[in-house]
């Protein structure tokens, strides 16, 4: 064998960053068990977490001007090798997920040591940073197969999260059980389609598949791929008579981990939606746009209307806030269904604006555990009166979640009803309308029983900890912040909506 | 207290070094010949699994601590995200193994795979084992000597 000098020109920090942003987390996992001291464990997972949020932050400012860095693992060049890649969408989502992660730890210290059982807190903190290394990978990576992998790393950690839930309430184990089950479904068709794709086309990479879509044509393989990986993608996102997993996992979660799942699972898997739907298929897929009409619409109508109003009539200011959510999500997928720029950017600024709004709400509960015993709302009577700094975020917070102007969660409906307008569908602008009224309805409710009702006589609560009002007024500064100043948040998503609309990029060469 | 089962006991003893014996050699002829680290990692964790099903998961878990189980787990996963990192310190791509051997690159590319199939297969072993201790450690319903 001849030795053969090939010329390597050294890689820097900055070229290492598309996989940096996995990897630290993906390290801190291992360290935090190896070490296995239950007062380093927390400090690990923040500065892990951190440094993820400041990688996240540089990349989405390299591709803000609609390119996209491609990273390959193993020097093995693809479809060959694993990519990474890099775009404004994937950059966009990172950073919330990176974000929230970050400002969830230090909230997370004190929820943590209130809910779980002190032995649990090491191996806690190890699953919390695997679930956040799956959310991460599944939108960095650019290789389809990868997405699995990293979709089940995400999935399998968030049960054993969700299960954490057990000392509060054992009914946290059924959730989790529930999730698993429903969750391993989703994983299972999402992986099927796969599968089939790679049947059809012999790659996996996500560019090449695109290439290899276009150039030869659908075919039956190929629309029963887009099928089985829009249901199983579907369970994920809990588009509307697909969420049965997602009220009780939210509901019986540690406060901490409602919190992150609210604002980055659905999310990420949204984001995993759109990648094959917009860059793997391209926008122009008949069969897709026949999937948008006739089902992605009446779904996500469905979704706003009554999921909004389930949540009405709920007790249990969680499971509300779970519903809540379940109508959200209805929102981004009505945004996808327009099939026009505006409308994915709506639905790329929801995603990011709802996960702040929600973050922010799940945490005023969290806070509000921590004395209530309980999150129905005869156990939170009065407490926005005993919690002064906790219910005006959460108030403020609330009111973004209805979509009031001034909040970053009126931009995304001004936005998603410009785009209604744009496709001339004024019956589902007034619709928009129409379930934002609902919100206003269960956001009332929790005003009405933080601030019009007597605190319980029993009740010892008082302010929440600095370490939990210090990361709840940061989001819910940014419900407001996003809702002045769109530069950020609506200016990127509208760059990685047209990206997304221009179809595959291609392979990179 | 285990006076029954001689034959099982004695065949054990002599298989467990076999096993392990047969666990290294898949683990590291794997890249000769069919095997690796997921392999190893199921036939070393069997070794243990076996002693633990005839000896009782008292005299298992004396050979193979629960602590130790759980760091090896995480052992693993750091030796294979570790060489990533090396490579990357090395200036090449994340888990480019051409960085061990930049003049050699097929060596470079040897010894990564090797070292990246030693923490497949240590993890691998431990998660097994662990699954096992973590399934035989709930209370048996009925003693041995009720039977």
Redesign the interface.
């Known amino acids: ?1 001849a ?4 010329h ?1 020109v ?2 820097t920090f900055m070229d ?1 960053l598309p ?2 942003q996995v ?1 630290i987390p ?2 801190a ?3 935090i ?2 070490i ?1 001291k239950r007062s380093l464990a927390w400090p690990i997972a923040f500065a892990a977490s951190a440094a993820a949020f400041v990688i996240s932050c540089l990349l989405l400012m390299q591709v803000l001007d609609g390119g996209f860095i491609s ?5 093995w060049a693809p479809p060959l090798g694993i990519e990474y890649r890099i775009d404004a969408a994937s950059a966009l989502v990172l950073a919330l997920i990176s974000g929230i992660g970050t400002i969830v730890l230090p909230f997370a210290y004190e929820s943590v040591k209130a809910e779980i059982p002190k032995k649990n807190h090491t191996l806690f903190y ?1 699953c919390f940073m695997l679930c956040f290394t799956g959310l991460l990978g599944m939108v960095a990576t650019g290789d389809a197969f990868n997405v699995f992998v990293f979709l089940e790393i995400s999935s399998l950690s968030t049960y054993v999260l969700v299960a954490q839930g057990a000392e509060h309430n054992k009914r946290a184990l059924t959730a989790a059980y529930d999730y698993l089950i429903m969750g391993t479904i989703g994983a299972t068709f999402f992986i099927i389609g796969l599968a089939m794709l790679y049947m059809a086309t012999g790659t996996l990479n996500m560019a090449d598949l695109a290439d290899r879509i276009a150039e030869e044509g659908t075919n039956r393989t190929i629309r029963a791929a887009f099928a089985f990986i829009v249901v199983g993608m579907g369970l994920k996102v809990a588009i509307y008579p697909l969420h049965h997993w997602l009220p009780n996992a939210y509901t019986f979660a540690p406060s901490a981990v409602s919190v992150f799942l609210a604002a980055t699972a659905t999310k990420a898997a949204i984001y995993v939606l759109l990648r094959f739907m917009f860059s793997v298929f391209n926008p122009g897929f008949v069969f897709e746009e026949w999937t948008l009409y006739i089902v992605f619409i009446p779904f996500s109508l469905l979704a706003m209307f009554a999921a909004s109003f389930v949540a009405v009539f709920q007790t249990n200011i969680k499971r509300m806030l779970a519903y809540s959510s379940i109508a959200q999500i209805g929102y981004m997928l009505l945004g996808i269904a327009m099939l026009n720029a505006t409308g994915l950017s709506a639905t790329l600024v929801h995603l990011v604006n709802h996960g702040i709004t929600k973050a922010a709400l799940f945490m005023g509960v969290g806070a509000m555990l921590l004395y209530s015993g309980g999150a129905f709302y005869n156990n939170l009577n009065g407490l926005g009166r005993k919690m002064p700094l906790t219910g005006a975020a959460m108030i403020a917070s609330g009111l973004s979640l209805i979509g009031v102007p001034g909040t970053a969660g009126f931009i995304s409906k001004w936005v998603l009803v410009q785009a209604a307008f744009e496709n001339g569908w004024w019956i589902i602008a007034i619709a928009i309308m129409l379930s934002s009224l609902l919100a206003v309805i269960y956001v009332w409710r929790i005003f009405e029983v933080l601030y019009l009702t007597e605190p319980n006589p029993d009740s010892t609560a008082k302010e929440a900890p600095i370490t939990m009002l210090i990361p709840m007024w940061i989001l819910a500064g940014a419900c407001i912040w996003f809702g002045f100043d769109t530069e950020l948040t609506l200016g990127s998503a509208q760059v990685a909506a047209e990206g997304l609309l221009a179809g595959s990029a291609g392979m990179a060469h | 207290m285990h006076h029954h089962h001689l034959i099982l006991r004695v065949v054990t003893k002599m298989l467990v070094g076999a096993i392990m014996l047969f666990a290294f050699y898949v683990q590291f002829h794997g890249d000769f010949s069919p095997g690796g680290g997921f392999q190893a990692g199921v036939i070393m964790a069997v070794a243990f699994i076996l002693y633990g099903i005839v000896f009782g998961l008292d005299k298992a878990e004396q050979v193979f601590p629960p602590w130790l189980v759980h760091k090896l787990v995480a052992l693993g996963v750091l030796l294979y995200a570790g060489v990533g990192v090396v490579s990357m310190l090395l200036g090449y791509n994340y888990l480019d193994y051409d960085a061990f051997s930049p003049h050699h690159p097929s060596h470079g590319q040897h010894w990564g795979i090797l070292l990246v199939e030693l923490g497949v297969g240590i993890t691998v072993t431990g998660v097994m084992v662990a699954i096992y201790y973590a399934f035989a450690g709930r209370p048996p319903p009925m003693k041995d000597e009720d039977w």
């Open positions: 064998m030795a053969e000098e090939t390597h050294a890689k290492h996989v940096l990897v993906l390290f996992a291992p360290i068990i190896f296995g990273y390959h693992v193993g020097g190890a």
